[in-house]
């Protein structure tokens, strides 16, 4: 079958997607029964693929219709071969000759119009995923194929669970040589709200004040504050040019809001990954001369109320670091597990880790 490539162990197998169409095909039922967690590597692919394929082709594939591949595909005769451009690594397992095989973990290796991302990682088996004995054999034959695919310098950093994170980046350092950052890129929760978790408010915007969907008039204070965002990050700083790239993209694709402070665009809000039931808070800035004014709080409520209850979706969720004060805005709006509170089963821990000498992308 074009576009797929495997190497497997006895029991362990790994499948390489050279499209996002053939990625989903494979994964879709599984990535929709965990829509909210997958939605880091779901929306990146739902991208790739055109809007009536996303929305019917794959909405209705099922688990049967990928086992029906599975018998179908003569897997051992794919190796793993080097790519360029996006590509996705699918690791799979079998209880016992006869079973289906599971879905384990998920690999993308994707890029965007300012360069390429990190290396996102996924499973829908969280729990597995704190055991090294189920973890090592997995990420031997992930790494051991993701060394076929591309040069070790384009795996900058990776980011996910924190526990496959961990375990993954010492892995991959093992087998390339390539250390591990001393400090993590990022260190984060992963919330979501949804209509039984959202709080409104009954506070007044103030006289003259409005919040709304950024415009082509607003790219220059709005590139502004994208390259604030990414400067603040240390890790990924952008020149204004690219930020104005950014900040392009953002607005002529609908997927910036601001709050506009009688003309001055004092705060950011970008939700760039969506799928059929989640959409995801990419990006939240206020500019420091604005902050302490509940400008984000206003924001970032009005754009979860919008997407709740107006565009429809089930949930919307976001990463929020750990020791970022930005967690007591999220929480009054009702996303869940912030500031200390109980951590429902759906806030899971994430990192991203660098790796030292490699090509810098940019997210």
């Known amino acids: 079958m074009p576009g797929i490539n495997a190497s497997s162990s006895r029991d362990i197998f790994v499948l390489q997607h050279d499209t996002a169409a053939c990625f989903l095909s494979y994964t ?208 990924f700083p952008l020149s204004i040019e690219r930020a104005r790239i950014e900040a392009r993209e953002l607005i002529s694709k609908g997927l910036l809001w601001v709050y506009d402070a009688a003309g001055d665009i004092t705060t950011i809000c970008a939700v760039t990954r969506n799928s059929h039931r989640v959409s995801a808070i990419t990006k939240v800035y206020t500019t420091p001369r604005w902050r302490r004014r509940g400008c984000a709080e206003y924001l970032v409520r009005e754009v979860t109320a919008q997407l709740l209850f107006n565009v429809g979706k089930e949930s919307v969720v976001l990463y929020v670091g750990h020791e970022n004060n930005a967690q007591r805005v999220y929480d009054r709006v009702g996303f869940a597990g912030l500031c200390g509170k109980d951590k429902p089963d759906a806030v899971e821990d994430s990192i991203e880790l660098g790796f030292v000498g490699t090509d810098r992308g940019h997210w």
């Not at 004995?133 to 076929?148: D, G, Q, S």
């Not at 310098?153 to 996910?160: D, L, N, T």
């Not at 709080?199 to 007044?204: C, G, I, L, T, V």
């Open 28 to 235: 879709a039922p599984f990535l929709r029964r965990h829509e909210a967690s997958s939605n880091i590597v779901l929306a990146h692919a739902l991208k790739r693929v055109d809007a009536q394929t996303a929305l019917s082709g794959f909405e209705f594939t099922s688990e049967f219709d990928v086992y029906a591949r599975f018998r179908s595909d003569d897997l051992e005769s794919y190796t793993p071969r080097p790519t360029r451009g996006a590509f996705w690594l699918t690791v799979w397992s079998h209880s016992s000759p006869s079973s289906p095989p599971t879905l384990d973990i998920v690999l993308a290796c994707v890029d965007w119009t300012l360069g390429d991302y990190p290396v996102f990682l996924w499973t829908p088996n969280r729990v597995s995923a704190s055991s090294s004995a189920w973890l090592a054999p997995r990420l031997e034959e992930l790494t051991a194929h993701l060394n076929c695919c591309v040069p070790p310098e384009r795996v900058f950093s990776v980011f996910g669970l924190t526990s496959l994170v961990k375990a993954f980046a010492r892995t991959w350092m093992h087998r390339t040589g390539f250390m591990i950052e001393p400090e993590p890129f990022y260190a984060a929760l992963f919330s979501y709200c949804n209509a039984g978790s959202f709080r409104d408010s009954e506070a007044p915007l103030p006289e003259g004040h409005r919040l709304r969907k950024a415009t082509t008039v607003d790219l220059e204070p709005v590139a502004q504050l994208c390259k604030e965002f990414a400067d603040d990050s240390i890790f």
